[in-house]
């Protein structure tokens, strides 16, 4: 495994080493021993999540708050998405700022992403397959997010608005700034 850091702090690519032969392919997607000696963090997975998304579905961006919040280690395995996330550390020299990295069934990387940031994805394919680790469970009450077409954020989602699906819920996300308004980052 190899691990490259981000410019956000504490958010790391995970580029795993892929055997291949006649039979096809074999990866170690995750060892904690290797992580944990590689980034001195200790991370304790306790729930993986999976869906699945056609081109277009936009999911994000979302954050669970308080003693809620999540460190999340992302990839795809089937499809391609670009996945986001948004530093919302105020103490963090990277706060407000995000990175993007496009995860696929051909690099197999992966995205490490500690708590106090907030994640989205958008699938580039049909039939993307999306998994992610999260070290603490999920809890509804905890749930916020940050609409996806934020004006101060102005990321790049790699498709045009016309050609993108998302919930209901995705669609009436406040802005960061009302966000921090109210206090609630």
């Not at 009450?141 to 045009?160: H, Q, T």
């Amino acid at each position: 495994m190899e691990i490259e850091s981000t410019y956000l702090e504490g958010c790391f690519i995970i580029k795993p080493k892929v055997f291949e032969d006649e039979r096809g392919s074999f990866l170690e997607s995750f060892n904690q021993e290797t992580f944990e000696k590689m980034t001195g963090l200790q991370v304790n997975f306790v729930q993986d999540n999976q869906s699945i998304s056609n081109k277009g579905v936009l999911r994000g961006l979302h954050f669970q708050k308080g003693k809620h919040a999540q460190t999340k280690l992302v990839r795809v395995i089937k499809g391609e998405a670009l996945d986001v996330v948004v530093d919302l550390r105020p103490e963090s020299k990277t706060y407000k700022k995000h990175f993007s990295i496009l995860l696929n069934d051909n690099n197999n990387n992966q995205l490490f992403i500690p708590r106090g940031f907030a994640h989205g994805f958008i699938a580039l394919r049909d039939e993307t397959v999306f998994a992610y680790k999260c070290d603490n469970y999920y809890d509804k009450g905890s749930e916020s997010g940050i609409i996806f077409n934020d004006p101060d954020l102005a990321i790049d989602w790699k498709l045009n608005i016309s050609e993108t699906q998302l919930s209901e819920r995705d669609r009436t996300l406040p802005s960061l700034k009302d966000l921090e308004k109210e206090g609630s980052i």
